[in-house]
């Protein structure tokens, strides 16, 4: 017996790995190549392709399509209806699998809902890309992206809080609900361990 749940108008196919608690909701797929970790949660519609690795703990919202060469880290969440690539130039006549891009999201970050993240990026840890945004390249980890080509506007903390820091140059800063503090030094934000 499995020990995770899988809704009844879920499809899992066979040899896909599932992780203990993890939810899988209705009208879910998750394909036969797929690797899943433990207590992650699959909304309503979501798809995950074959060549698809997911953390654990990972919490992927509704109509969420997780594409072949995507990988997830720990604690990843994925905000209602953000899409993601794995062909930058597609086109429905030229078969371009081979073609696939590699995506990387970064442990602890946060793709909000309706956001795209073409193909080929890494997204940084704890890194948070707003609603709409669109990124087209890579993301630092702590960083605070929006926009139409998604930039740079801030820092985030790992607890989901925006830093007093300024978009560029140099500072510190303390995450009012935990007390970490970061150091940002050329455009590279760090936590900085005690």
Request: overall charge neutral; hydrophobic content about 40%.
């Amino acid at each position: 017996m499995a020990d995770y749940s899988v809704h009844e108008t879920a499809i899992v196919d066979a040899g896909a790995q599932i992780g203990a608690g993890t939810r899988i909701w209705h009208w879910v797929h998750v394909s036969a190549g797929a690797r899943i970790g433990a207590g992650c949660s699959l909304g309503q519609n979501v798809f995950v392709g074959n060549r698809v690795v997911i953390g654990d703990r990972v919490k992927i919202q509704n109509n969420v399509s997780v594409y072949d060469n995507v990988t997830l880290e720990d604690d990843v969440f994925c905000g209602p209806s953000m899409v993601f690539t794995n062909v930058y130039n597609p086109r429905a006549a030229v078969e371009r699998k081979h073609e696939y891009r590699d995506t990387v999201v970064r442990r602890g970050a946060t793709l909000g809902a309706n956001c795209t993240i073409v193909c080929g990026v890494t997204i940084g840890r704890y890194a948070f890309v707003g609603a709409g945004s669109v990124v087209k390249g890579d993301v630092p980890d702590f960083a605070l992206m929006v926009g139409v080509p998604a930039r740079r506007i801030g820092w985030m903390s790992r607890h989901g809080e925006r830093l007093p820091l300024p978009a560029d140059g140099a500072g510190e800063a303390v995450c009012p609900h935990t007390g970490d503090r970061y150091r940002l030094v050329g455009g590279v934000c760090t936590l900085i361990e005690v």
